[in-house]
């Protein structure tokens, strides 16, 4: 089977409303047209690399092509794993976790997107609560770190309510003009001080190894 070659295809995050995991081929495809539907106010840009501001057509297959190209430059050392999130059977957004040289920083990085429909329901802070338990329970990770400009309140107060703190700012340029970015860091220890969502995780011993987090 698949699996027994590239096991992160059976490995499954649970919360009481969420189920995160990799997609099958159409579910990606549905992943994709959400996507193409819209993920934020057109006003405003959340991300670094304005991918959202293309034709819908063009967004899709962004997403189709992103994820391909991440699952092949799959290295130990170097990975970002793009789970699809589902609510009910139903794709939802989608929540990633990704690390360099995991086995020595023991650090990850998270980001983002639901679909603008799923805005205002709870499902960001229940996602990114599944893959800090991922990282820290599972991986045995020390930090976790994620980023948001200043103007997307959502991010950053899902950030708040988890336990993260800000270490920082930095400038970019996005569509052609300055904007703010806030880093935020949470620690295993702040992190095991607030959790309150339930997890589970199944699948991911055989995982281990490509996560760079073998015993």
């Known amino acids: 089977?698949?699996?027994?070659?590239?096991?992160?295809?059976?490995?499954?995050l649970g919360t009481p409303r969420l189920e995160l995991r990799l997609?099958?081929?159409?579910?990606?495809?549905?992943?994709?047209?959400?996507?193409?539907?819209?993920?934020?106010?057109?006003?405003?840009?959340?991300?670094?690399?304005?991918?959202?501001?293309q034709p819908p057509a063009?967004?899709?297959?962004?997403?189709?092509?992103?994820?391909w190209a991440q699952l092949g430059a799959w290295a130990p050392d170097m990975w970002e794993l793009n789970l699809a999130v589902f609510r009910d059977g139903v794709v939802v957004g989608q929540q990633s976790i990704g690390a360099r040289d995991f086995a020595i920083t023991r650090e990850v990085h998270t980001g983002?997107?639901?679909?603008?429909?799923?805005?205002g329901q709870g499902i960001g802070t229940e996602m990114r609560a599944a893959?800090?338990?991922?990282?820290?329970?599972?991986?045995?990770a020390a930090e976790?770190?994620?980023?948001?400009?200043?103007?997307?309140?959502?991010?950053?107060?899902?950030?708040?309510?988890?336990?993260?703190?800000?270490?920082?700012?930095?400038?970019?340029?996005?569509?052609?003009?300055?904007?703010?970015?806030?880093?935020?860091?949470?620690?295993e220890d702040a992190w095991r001080s607030r959790?309150?969502?339930?997890?589970?995780v199944r699948g991911l011993a055989a995982c281990l190894p490509l996560l760079?987090?073998?015993?």
């Open 58 to 67: 063009d967004v899709a297959r962004g997403v189709v092509q992103h994820h």
């Open 112 to 119: 983002s997107w639901l679909g603008k429909r799923f805005h």
């Open 212 to 215: 760079g987090a073998a015993s």
């Open 195 to 200: 959790r309150a969502t339930e997890v589970t």
């Open 1 to 12: 089977m698949l699996v027994d070659h590239f096991p992160l295809l059976g490995l499954r």
């Open 131 to 140: 893959v800090l338990h991922l990282a820290f329970e599972g991986l045995g």
């Open 144 to 187: 976790a770190s994620s980023s948001a400009f200043v103007d997307n309140r959502a991010s950053l107060a899902v950030s708040r309510k988890l336990g993260y703190e800000e270490v920082g700012t930095s400038r970019q340029v996005i569509r052609g003009a300055l904007a703010f970015e806030h880093r935020l860091r949470i620690t």
């Open 23 to 53: 997609p099958a081929p159409e579910e990606l495809a549905a992943l994709a047209e959400l996507a193409a539907e819209g993920i934020h106010d057109p006003e405003v840009m959340p991300f670094a690399a304005a991918w959202t501001d």
